[in-house]
Nanobody, 120 residues
Framework: QVQLVESGGGVVQPGGSLRLSCAAS????????MSWYRQGPGKERELVAL????????NYADSVKGRFTISRDNAKTTLYLQMNRLKPEDTAVYYC?????????????WGQGTQVTVSS
C-alpha cells in the first residue's frame, strides 16, 4: 500500500521557519522524482520545489528561491522541505508528490497535505 504522509506544518510568525517532512512507503522511493506543491486559499495548486530521484538536481518556484530548500534521504525514504523567512503568502496546504515515467506509463502518488499558516 502506497503512503505519503506529510508532517511538520503549523502556525508560524512572518520571518520564522518550518521543516516539512514526507514519509514514503509502499513503493520504490529512490526511483521517483519528488516534489512539494502547495495550495493557498482560493488559489490553484502550484509547484514549490522538485528534486530528482538521486537528489542530484533541484528546482524551485521563483517565489521561494533562496528561502526554501528541498532535500531527500533515500535510506529513510523521506522527503523534506526547509522553509525559512516565511511570509504570509506562503500560507497554504503543502503536499508531497512522487512521480516517474516507466515504459511510457506515468506513476504518480500524492500525500494528504499539511497546513502551513504564516501569521502574526
Amino acid at each position: 500500500q502506497v503512503q505519503l504522509v506529510e508532517s511538520g506544518g503549523g502556525v508560524v510568525q512572518p520571518g520564522g521557519s518550518l521543516r516539512l517532512s514526507c514519509a514514503a512507503s509502499g513503493f520504490s522511493f529512490s526511483t521517483y522524482a519528488m516534489s512539494w506543491y502547495r495550495q493557498g486559499p482560493g488559489k490553484e495548486r502550484e509547484l514549490v520545489a522538485l528534486i530528482t530521484s538521486a537528489g542530484s538536481s533541484t528546482n524551485y518556484a521563483d517565489s521561494v528561491k533562496g528561502r526554501f530548500t528541498i532535500s531527500r534521504d533515500n535510506a529513510k525514504t523521506t522527503l523534506y522541505l526547509q522553509m525559512n523567512r516565511l511570509k504570509p503568502e506562503d500560507t497554504a496546504v503543502y503536499y508531497c508528490r512522487a512521480a516517474k515515467t516507466l515504459a511510457g506509463r506515468e506513476y504518480e502518488y500524492w500525500g494528504q497535505g499539511t497546513q502551513v499558516t504564516v501569521s502574526s
